[in-house]
T-cell receptor, first 114, second 115 residues
Framework: QQQVKQSPQSLIVQKGGISIINCAYE??????FPWYQQFPGKGPALLIA?????SEKKEGRFTISFNKSAKQFSLHIMDSQPGDSATYFC?????????????FGPGTRLSVLP | EAGVTQFPSHSVIEKGQTVTLRCDPI?????LYWYRRVMGKEIKFLLH????????ESGMPNNRFLAERTGGTYSTLKVQPAELEDSGVYFC?????????????FGEGSRLTVL
């Protein structure tokens, strides 16, 4: 129940295309869903996040779509650029007995071809 | 403001040896987390400190792993004795205390290779 599933494992997109990464969770207690972006040799950094009371959140070229009933959420990168090439992790979070808990997906390696 | 710093960035040791990883969180961040990522797998939770107290260590694999956080500042993660399956990237992350909106700030990770 604490697992977050993520697909695809890797993704290759042409410059200007749309990149889509999907995630699914089981535990309905999760109430915060961030996406982290990691460049080689760096640590993951928060990209965008959403709460389940909204179905979509957009920040620039990055959009999260959230389907509460299906317990799924996805990241859409519009007009993908070579600089977007990185590993993307979806995550789910809730406040448990010991504070805020984060569960991460296995990551998607995105390559945007010039 | 300095970010989360981790040391060493890469460590190569032989099975049975000891390694100590260090993490300096962002100043003022009460929450400190340790995670591990084995190649291609998820970023897996190891443990969580609030200040100097271990809030949750349910993710620690076994008693070969020992984490401390001195005075609520920096933290160390010791693996003794190291086994082959301990190889991976160990991430430290910190956040401010409070609610369910805390952004995690990650360090660059310490890559551990056990031969």
């Amino acid at each position: 129940q604490q697992q977050v599933k993520q697909s695809p494992q890797s993704l290759i997109v042409q410059k200007g295309g749309i990149s889509i990464i999907n995630c699914a969770y089981e535990n309905t207690a999760f109430d915060y869903f961030p996406w982290y972006q990691q460049f080689p040799g760096k640590g993951p950094a928060l990209l965008i996040a959403i709460r389940p009371d909204v179905s979509e959140k957009k920040e620039g070229r990055f959009t999260i779509s959230f389907n509460k009933s299906a317990k799924q959420f996805s990241l859409h990168i519009m007009d993908s650029q070579p600089g977007d090439s990185a590993t993307y992790f979806c995550a789910a979070s809730m406040v448990g007995n010991y504070g805020q808990n984060f569960v991460f997906g296995p990551g998607t390696r995105l390559s945007v071809l010039p | 403001e300095a970010g989360v710093t981790q040391f060493p960035s890469h460590s190569v040791i032989e099975k049975g040896q000891t390694v100590t990883l260090r993490c300096d969180p962002i100043s003022g961040h009460d929450n400190l987390y340790w995670y591990r990522r084995v190649m291609g797998k998820e970023i897996k939770f190891l443990l969580h400190f609030v200040k100097e107290s271990k809030q949750d260590e349910s993710g620690m694999p076994n008693n070969r792993f020992l984490a401390e956080r001195t005075g609520g500042t920096y933290s160390t993660l010791k693996v003794q004795p190291a086994e082959l399956e301990d190889s991976g990237v160990y991430f430290c992350a910190s956040s401010r205390w409070g609610g369910n909106t805390g952004e995690l700030f990650f360090g660059e990770g310490s890559r551990l290779t056990v031969l």
